[in-house]
């Protein structure tokens, strides 16, 4: 239900339009689209295609798309793309795991717009980072890596959420 409403209540990107600019009311939601509010009024309605094009454009770092899409995995610098997809396979690899990382991330769960702002600059959200990587790599161990490799994922990634500490 969070997810639906954060998809209804984001801004429209852009409304593609046939032989017209594809610019959007500033601030316009498609839920104001639907309700007919504002700059709506003077739009037609929307149509399914137009929800489906709104929703393509939703960059989130984690989209569900009948299956896991997790869009950061691939951008990462230079031989570091190791560090982030094994935390990741380490902490979805057991369902105990993901139940305890659930109960970890619960005091921030609602605090994406904070977590896209402010980062680990953000004494909560970084708190709980720590946690996630700890039982991340925690986990590691049940991956089928060289221990070398494990001991070079945990120090990079220990090393980026304590920066602060």
Known sequence: MEWAS?????????LPRENRPWDAPEGLTFADWIERRGAARLLERPTEDDLAYHLSTM?????PQGYLEVRY???QP?????HP???????FARQATVEKLLEICEPVANRWECAA?????DPEIAAVAREVVDLGCAELTSLDLPAE????ITESVQKRVRVKE
């Open 117 to 121: 702002k402010f980062g680990l600059e």
């Open 6 to 14: 954060r998809l209804m209540d984001t801004p429209l990107m852009v």
């Open 78 to 82: 230079g031989q570091s793309w190791l």
């Open 149 to 152: 490799t494990i001991s070079e």
């Open 85 to 91: 997809v094994a935390l990741f396979t380490a902490l």
């Open 59 to 63: 960059f989130t770092p984690v989209r």
């Open 73 to 75: 995995l691939d951008a």
